[in-house]
């Protein structure tokens, strides 16, 4: 099954976010004139760079089941709709998973991204994040719990098409979505996945 982008913007809006039809438009890809010369407009529109979103694809892909496909598209969409005018919580996210990736390198040599998912997911065990509470002002393992872990497992369990993979027949957006949401768990998507990660 596949994850659209139309998934990324259900689950947005079981965040409460407030999505307008062009606020995605134009975030990701090659620099415009206006962010050359530093407009408003530019400083208004957050976007994701490369490493950025690779980094965030590489720990989806540890959360998510293998067989889905979409996936990139899907975290690019909902984590610009997520960031949009929060700067704090902008600001937070890249923190953390700038620090994720500088943990990488320090222990594997490499980029988080570049790692394969098998080690991807050795280092978050390696650093308690399956048994982490969420804390946004918290310890890296607590933030990157918060900003990266739980984030995009919510984006993942409030989507139609992402409800239905692990099981939930009601996602969030439908009817009796947030209690489906509530009993879903990180060990339902591993147990599709081979059991990659485990508690929600």
């Known amino acids: 099954m596949e994850l659209t982008r139309r998934d990324a913007l259900a689950a947005l809006a079981a965040t409460g976010s407030a999505i307008g039809g062009g606020v995605l438009a134009g975030r990701y890809g090659a620099p415009t004139a206006d962010a050359a010369t530093g407009s408003d407009q530019s400083r208004s529109s957050p976007s994701l760079s490369t490493p950025l979103l690779d ?15 979409g996936r990139r ?5 909902y984590v610009l709709g997520r960031i949009d005018d929060q700067p704090s919580y902008r600001a937070g996210m890249r923190e953390a998973a700038a620090q994720l990736d500088a943990l990488a390198r320090d222990w594997e040599g490499t980029a988080y991204a570049t790692l394969d998912v098998e080690t991807r997911d050795q280092l978050f065990r390696g650093i308690g994040v399956e048994t982490a509470d969420p804390e946004p002002a918290g310890t890296l393992t607590e933030r990157v ?16 098409t992402g409800g239905r993979l692990v099981g939930i027949e009601n996602p969030i957006g439908h009817p ?3 209690k489906s949401y509530q009993r879903g768990s990180m060990s339902d998507a591993a147990a599709t996945q081979g059991d990659r990660t485990d508690d929600g």
């Open 55 to 69: 980094l965030l694809d590489g720990v989806a892909e540890v959360l998510y089941p293998s067989d889905v496909e």
């Open 73 to 77: 598209a899907f975290v690019e969409t």
């Open 145 to 160: 719990r918060f900003y990266l872990v739980n984030d995009l497992l919510f984006a993942f369990y409030s989507s139609p």
């Open 176 to 178: 009796g979505g947030i």
